[in-house]
């Protein structure tokens, strides 16, 4: 429905009241969604919520289309206790297929969330809503049919903010990371020019439709942290993932971005789901600690968070 010329919509009536979820039965594994609708394509930390061991406070995107399902969703995680999920309304431009979602440095309450086909929306997260401000903005150099499914957001030392997103790549198809220098203000996002491109491939998964990199973030040092998945392209999967150490960015004297991606014979997963644990994480987070928290997209099985020492 439109109401003051803004487009409100969400999963309506007890959709939109606070609902603790079951743990899923995998060890570890907590529920946080159900069915095609409920699956987890990204998520962002809350900033300045306490973070720890079993503990933290998020905010995930679902890759729905129609009119009346969730877009964004707020995430309650306490040890000893079922997930408390909070289906958002969204007020404003209705973005289809969310596929990654970022904190904003240093702005409580605001993420950028990013659309398959490279349309990134400033959202913020107040009051019981999600208000996306402003149209969303094209990412820098995209191209007809690129599919993209993971953004983040670094601010280095010197205060500047810069981001960093990637093609999902497909089977022989690799991954595309770029970075560019990003601002994030009161008349909306612009990006800069892109100051580093580069192609990335993973050795697992190594079958079935691989997704080289279904989500990344990027630590407080530089290091790029990827996901990958690989989809048979049925609902029930088998599914299988992996978390990887993908390379790291720098800033270089004129206060580019440059990127140093691993090449695929030097990369390791500090984690592994075979097609017997049938999860595909297509959004990860990382807590101080290396404590990585990792949400899937099941699919007919819906969208699952964990917890994970990375050691």
Same mark, same amino acid.
């Given at each position: 429905?439109?109401?003051?010329?803004?487009?409100?919509?969400?999963?309506?009536?007890?959709?939109?009241?606070?609902?603790?979820?079951?743990?899923?039965?995998? @060890?570890? $594994?907590?529920?946080? =969604? *159900? /069915?095609?609708?409920?699956? #987890?394509?990204?998520?962002?930390? &809350?900033?300045?919520? !306490?973070?720890?061991?079993?503990?933290?406070?998020?905010?995930?995107?679902?890759?729905?289309?129609?009119?009346?399902?969730?877009?964004?969703?707020?995430?309650?995680?306490?040890?000893?206790?079922?997930?408390?999920?909070?289906?958002?309304?969204?007020?404003?431009?209705?973005?289809?297929?969310?596929?990654?979602?970022?904190?904003?440095?240093?702005?409580?309450?605001?993420?950028?969330?990013?659309?398959?086909?490279?349309?990134?929306?400033?959202?913020?997260?107040?009051?019981?809503?999600?208000?996306?401000?402003?149209?969303?903005?094209?990412?820098?150099?995209?191209?007809?049919?690129?599919?993209?499914?993971?953004?983040?957001?670094?601010?280095?030392?010197?205060?500047?903010?810069? @981001?960093? $997103?990637?093609?999902? =790549? *497909? /089977?022989?198809?690799?991954? #595309?990371?770029?970075?560019?220098? &990003?601002?994030?203000? !009161?008349?909306?996002?612009?990006?800069?020019?892109?100051?580093?491109?580069?192609?990335?491939?993973?050795?697992?998964?190594?079958?079935?439709?691989?997704?080289?990199?279904?989500?990344?973030?990027?630590?407080?040092?530089?290091?790029?942290?990827?996901?990958?998945?690989?989809?048979?392209?049925?609902?029930?999967?088998?599914?299988?993932?992996?978390?990887?150490?993908?390379?790291?960015?720098?800033?270089?004297?004129?206060?580019?971005?440059?990127?140093?991606?691993?090449?695929?014979?030097?990369?390791?997963?500090?984690?592994?789901?075979?097609?017997?644990?049938?999860?595909?994480?297509?959004?990860?987070?990382?807590?101080?600690?290396?404590?990585?928290?990792?949400?899937?997209?099941?699919?007919?099985?819906?969208?699952?968070?964990?917890?994970?020492?990375?050691?």
């Amino acid at each position: 429905m439109i109401r003051n010329g803004i487009i409100v919509t969400a999963a309506l009536c007890a959709s939109l009241v606070a609902a603790p979820l079951s743990s899923a039965a995998s @060890a570890g $594994w907590q529920r946080v =969604g *159900s /069915g095609m609708q409920g699956g #987890v394509s990204g998520i962002a930390l &809350v900033e300045g919520a !306490p973070a720890g061991d079993e503990l933290a406070d998020a905010v995930v995107v679902r890759d729905n289309k129609g009119d009346r399902e969730s877009r964004l969703a707020t995430v309650r995680l306490r040890a000893g206790h079922a997930p408390v999920v909070t289906e958002l309304p969204w007020l404003g431009m209705l973005p289809a297929d969310l596929e990654a979602i970022d904190t904003v440095p240093g702005r409580a309450g605001h993420y950028i969330a990013l659309a398959g086909r490279g349309e990134a929306y400033h959202v913020v997260v107040a009051d019981g809503r999600a208000l996306a401000e402003h149209e969303p903005t094209a990412l820098p150099g995209r191209h007809e049919g690129d599919n993209y499914e993971s953004f983040a957001l670094h601010r280095d030392r010197s205060g500047r903010t810069f @981001a960093v $997103w990637a093609t999902r =790549g *497909s /089977g022989a198809e690799k991954a #595309v990371v770029h970075a560019s220098s &990003v601002r994030i203000g !009161p008349d909306g996002l612009t990006f800069g020019t892109v100051s580093a491109r580069q192609e990335f491939a993973v050795p697992f998964p190594d079958e079935d439709e691989v997704r080289h990199i279904s989500d990344l973030k990027v630590l407080d040092d530089g290091t790029v942290m990827v996901s990958a998945a690989s989809d048979p392209n049925v609902n029930d999967g088998p599914f299988t993932s992996a978390v990887y150490d993908a390379g790291r960015l720098t800033v270089n004297p004129a206060h580019d971005a440059v990127l140093r991606m691993k090449p695929e014979h030097a990369l390791t997963p500090l984690s592994r789901f075979t097609r017997q644990d049938n999860r595909k994480i297509e959004a990860v987070a990382f807590l101080p600690g290396r404590l990585g928290l990792w949400g899937t997209d099941d699919e007919n099985f819906g969208g699952s968070l964990m917890f994970e020492h990375l050691g």
